[in-house]
Protein backbone atom coordinates (compact mmCIF):
# COMPACT_ATOMS: atom_id res chain seq x y z
CA UNK A 1 0.00 0.00 0.00
CA UNK A 2 1.31 3.28 -0.98
CA UNK A 3 1.14 6.08 1.72
CA UNK A 4 2.75 9.55 2.08
CA UNK A 5 4.37 10.50 5.42
CA UNK A 6 4.79 14.47 5.83
CA UNK A 7 7.30 16.25 8.52
CA UNK A 8 8.95 19.42 9.43
CA UNK A 9 5.65 21.58 10.50
CA UNK A 10 5.89 23.17 13.77
CA UNK A 11 5.30 26.51 14.68
CA UNK A 12 7.30 29.79 13.69
CA UNK A 13 7.47 33.44 14.31
CA UNK A 14 6.51 35.98 11.06
CA UNK A 15 9.17 36.37 9.18
CA UNK A 16 10.90 32.67 9.92
CA UNK A 17 11.61 29.67 7.74
CA UNK A 18 10.25 25.75 8.09
CA UNK A 19 11.14 22.91 5.49
CA UNK A 20 8.62 20.36 4.85
CA UNK A 21 9.37 17.22 3.77
CA UNK A 22 7.02 14.16 1.85
CA UNK A 23 8.29 11.06 1.86
CA UNK A 24 6.49 8.24 -0.43
CA UNK A 25 6.49 4.37 0.28
CA UNK A 26 5.06 1.03 -1.14
CA UNK A 27 4.68 -1.02 -4.63
CA UNK A 28 5.18 2.71 -6.41
CA UNK A 29 6.09 2.21 -10.18
CA UNK A 30 6.60 5.81 -10.96
CA UNK A 31 5.44 8.89 -8.93
CA UNK A 32 3.82 11.64 -11.64
CA UNK A 33 3.37 15.36 -10.04
CA UNK A 34 3.51 15.93 -6.35
CA UNK A 35 2.23 18.39 -4.32
CA UNK A 36 1.45 20.99 -1.45
CA UNK A 37 -1.81 21.75 -0.18
CA UNK A 38 -3.01 23.52 2.89
CA UNK A 39 -6.13 24.40 4.65
CA UNK A 40 -6.55 27.15 7.27
CA UNK A 41 -9.49 26.69 9.60
CA UNK A 42 -12.68 27.84 8.29
CA UNK A 43 -11.51 27.60 4.76
CA UNK A 44 -10.95 25.57 1.97
CA UNK A 45 -8.18 23.32 0.73
CA UNK A 46 -5.98 25.26 -1.87
CA UNK A 47 -3.15 24.43 -3.82
CA UNK A 48 0.04 25.73 -2.95
CA UNK A 49 2.62 24.34 -4.94
CA UNK A 50 3.29 21.53 -7.01
CA UNK A 51 5.75 20.09 -9.07
CA UNK A 52 5.83 17.47 -12.23
CA UNK A 53 7.66 14.51 -12.57
CA UNK A 54 9.84 16.86 -15.03
CA UNK A 55 10.78 19.33 -12.49
CA UNK A 56 8.37 21.88 -13.15
CA UNK A 57 6.84 23.83 -10.53
CA UNK A 58 3.91 25.53 -10.32
CA UNK A 59 2.99 27.85 -7.48
CA UNK A 60 0.14 29.76 -5.62
CA UNK A 61 0.28 33.51 -6.09
CA UNK A 62 0.27 33.97 -2.55
CA UNK A 63 3.19 32.25 -2.25
CA UNK A 64 5.50 33.06 -5.17
CA UNK A 65 8.74 34.30 -4.55
CA UNK A 66 8.59 32.92 -1.17
CA UNK A 67 8.19 29.67 -1.23
CA UNK A 68 10.01 26.94 -3.21
CA UNK A 69 8.64 22.87 -4.15
CA UNK A 70 11.93 20.43 -4.91
CA UNK A 71 11.68 17.06 -4.92
CA UNK A 72 14.62 14.33 -5.17
CA UNK A 73 13.08 11.20 -7.47
CA UNK A 74 15.08 9.28 -6.18
CA UNK A 75 14.47 8.84 -3.05
CA UNK A 76 9.92 9.24 -4.00
CA UNK A 77 10.22 12.76 -1.76
CA UNK A 78 9.02 16.18 -2.23
CA UNK A 79 9.81 19.26 -0.20
CA UNK A 80 8.60 22.86 0.64
CA UNK A 81 10.78 25.23 1.71
CA UNK A 82 9.08 28.22 3.46
CA UNK A 83 10.32 31.52 3.94
CA UNK A 84 9.31 34.88 4.79
CA UNK A 85 6.38 33.18 6.54
CA UNK A 86 3.40 35.31 7.77
CA UNK A 87 0.44 34.35 10.13
CA UNK A 88 -1.96 33.53 6.84
CA UNK A 89 0.20 30.71 6.05
CA UNK A 90 -1.05 29.45 9.09
CA UNK A 91 -2.41 26.07 8.09
CA UNK A 92 -2.55 22.34 7.94
CA UNK A 93 -0.37 21.42 5.06
CA UNK A 94 -1.25 18.57 3.11
CA UNK A 95 0.99 16.70 0.95
CA UNK A 96 -0.36 15.09 -2.16
CA UNK A 97 1.22 12.76 -5.45
CA UNK A 98 -0.39 11.42 -8.73
CA UNK A 99 1.22 7.82 -8.12
CA UNK A 100 1.20 4.39 -10.71
CA UNK A 101 1.10 1.58 -8.24
CA UNK A 102 2.16 -1.81 -8.74
CA UNK A 103 -1.68 -3.05 -8.83
CA UNK A 104 -3.73 -0.48 -8.55
CA UNK A 105 -2.42 1.65 -11.29
CA UNK A 106 -2.88 5.70 -11.51
CA UNK A 107 -4.63 7.36 -8.74
CA UNK A 108 -4.02 10.15 -6.02
CA UNK A 109 -3.05 9.58 -2.77
CA UNK A 110 -2.64 12.69 0.37
CA UNK A 111 -0.96 12.74 3.78
CA UNK A 112 -1.87 12.88 6.96
CA UNK A 113 -1.19 16.78 6.95
CA UNK A 114 1.35 18.76 9.41
CA UNK A 115 0.31 21.49 11.04
CA UNK A 116 2.48 24.95 9.80
CA UNK A 117 2.00 27.58 12.68
CA UNK A 118 3.10 31.32 11.96
CA UNK A 119 2.70 33.82 15.05
CA UNK A 120 2.95 37.07 14.53
Known amino acids: QVQLVESGGGLVQAGGSLRLSCAASGTIVRINSMGWYRQAPGKQRELVANITSAGSPNYADSVKGRFTISRDSAKNTVYLQMNSLKPEDTAVYYC??????????????WGQGTLVTVSS
Open 96 to 109: NAFIVELLRGHFEV
